[in-house]
């Protein structure tokens, strides 16, 4: 029997749904946000249904993520089996990863999208690279790279971390669609 028949189908599933939160080898290197928990202004704690459609297949996730003032966790269950932590203090990413989830799944990138779609647009502007910009018009927060559109996140509501956010990654080709448990 082939070595990955025996991996277990959460841990296939989370690789296959996060890999469409990193960037493809031979792409462009990623923006690399790392904002501060205390940026976001004020703490959150939400459960998410996390949708990944990137090259014809749709993957699913489940999450929970807490954000407070000193630092942002989350974790994500794929099958109800953990397969993926994150701890970030605003200095260090700390993660912790089921043994067979594949390399390609990064933990900054899953911080960066996290980070897109909900902290201030203000905030991320303070942070950007030169080249790069963010504008929000209604519902829909734009990212550029010289001009160019990256990413778009449309909303269904406020505040961000309520309702669904749907991030439209255009440089790396992928869709995430953010559901959020009702309060």
């Known amino acids: 029997m082939p070595k990955y028949a025996v991996l277990p189908a959460a841990v296939l599933l989370a690789g296959l749904l996060l890999g469409g939160c990193t960037a493809p080898k031979a792409g462009p290197a990623r923006l690399g946000l790392r904002l501060a928990p205390a940026t976001l202004g004020q703490p959150i704690s939400v459960q998410q249904h996390l949708t990944v459609q990137r090259g014809g297949s749709t993957n699913d996730l489940d999450v929970a993520l807490e954000v407070d003032a000193a630092r942002l966790n989350l974790v994500g269950l794929a099958f109800g089996q953990r397969v993926l932590s994150l701890d970030f203090d605003g200095r260090e990413l700390k993660e912790w990863r ?7 799944v990064r933990a900054a990138d899953v911080l960066e999208d996290l980070q897109l779609t909900l902290w201030p647009a203000a905030e991320i502007a303070r ?3 030169s080249g790069w910009s963010i504008e929000e018009q209604g ?8 001009g160019k559109v990256v990413t778009t996140i449309d909303y269904s509501g406020t505040p961000r971390w309520q309702g669904t956010a749907v991030l439209d990654n255009v440089r790396y080709q992928y869709q995430l669609t953010v559901e959020s448990a009702a309060e």
């Not at 089921?98 to 390609?104: C, E, G, K, R, V």
């Open 98 to 104: 089921h043994p067979m989830l594949p390399a390609q």
């Open 127 to 129: 942070a950007l690279p």
């Open 139 to 146: 519902l829909r927060r734009t990212l550029r790279l010289d």
